[in-house]
Each structure stands twice: as structure tokens, then as C-alpha cells.
Nanobody, 122 residues
Framework: QVQLVESGGGLVQAGASLRLSCAAT????????MGWFRQAPGKEREFVVG????????YYGDSVKGRFTISRDNAKNTVYLQMDSLKPEDTAVYYC???????????????WGQGTQVTVSS
């Protein structure tokens, strides 16, 4: 049993930064991955980034490479998403995810957070 609690979303202007956080509680795992998906109204759910917890291996979606950075805090079982140079097209609900490995397909991830809204104005 795992629960994911997200925070850090908000309304910002284009070019600004936000830092999202996601804390995993409940059952602990020796090997697992966490990551982020996002979904804007009327658009397909999109892979943002994933990180393998033990190794630190990361994989970013093309649309956020060079602007977003994922990191982890081992002691807190928390993952962060630093979002810089935000664009209006980044506006979406951002979902934290957790599973045994990184998956590109959102349907493969078992645990999901409630989502946090990120809105970027022009």
C-alpha cells in the first residue's frame, strides 16, 4: 500500500520557475522508480520524466529536456521536479507516479498521486 502526496503547483508567468514535490508513504521498496506525467485539457497524458530510485538513472521527455530537472531525497522518500523557463504549453495537471521501474506508457504505472495544477500565463 503506497500513497503519493503532491504539492507545489500554482499559477506563474512564462519564464518563471516552480518546484513540485511528491512524498511516498506507506510500504517501502528496495527497488522502485518514481516520475511525473502531465495532462492538459483535451490532450493526451504525457510522460515528463522518470527516475530509478537506487541508481539515480533518469529519463526525460523531449518537451522538457533542458528545462525540468528531477531529483530525489532518499531519507524522505520524496521526489522533486524543478521546472524552469516555464511556457504556457507546460500548463497541465502534473501527476506523481511510482512503480518498480520507469515506464513510458502511463497505463503501466501502478501508483498515482492526486495531481497538482500548474498554470503558466503568457
Amino acid at each position: 500500500q503506497v500513497q503519493l502526496v503532491e504539492s507545489g503547483g500554482g499559477l506563474v508567468q512564462a519564464g518563471a520557475s516552480l518546484r513540485l514535490s511528491c512524498a511516498a508513504t506507506g510500504r517501502t521498496f528496495s527497488n522502485y522508480a518514481m516520475g511525473w506525467f502531465r495532462q492538459a485539457p483535451g490532450k493526451e497524458r504525457e510522460f515528463v520524466v522518470g527516475i530509478s530510485w537506487s541508481s539515480g538513472y533518469t529519463y526525460y521527455g523531449d518537451s522538457v529536456k533542458g528545462r525540468f530537472t528531477i531529483s530525489r531525497d532518499n531519507a524522505k522518500n520524496t521526489v522533486y521536479l524543478q521546472m524552469d523557463s516555464l511556457k504556457p504549453e507546460d500548463t497541465a495537471v502534473y501527476y506523481c507516479v511510482l512503480d518498480i521501474r520507469i515506464y513510458m506508457d502511463w497505463r503501466q504505472w501502478r501508483y498515482w498521486g492526486q495531481g497538482t495544477q500548474v498554470t503558466v500565463s503568457s
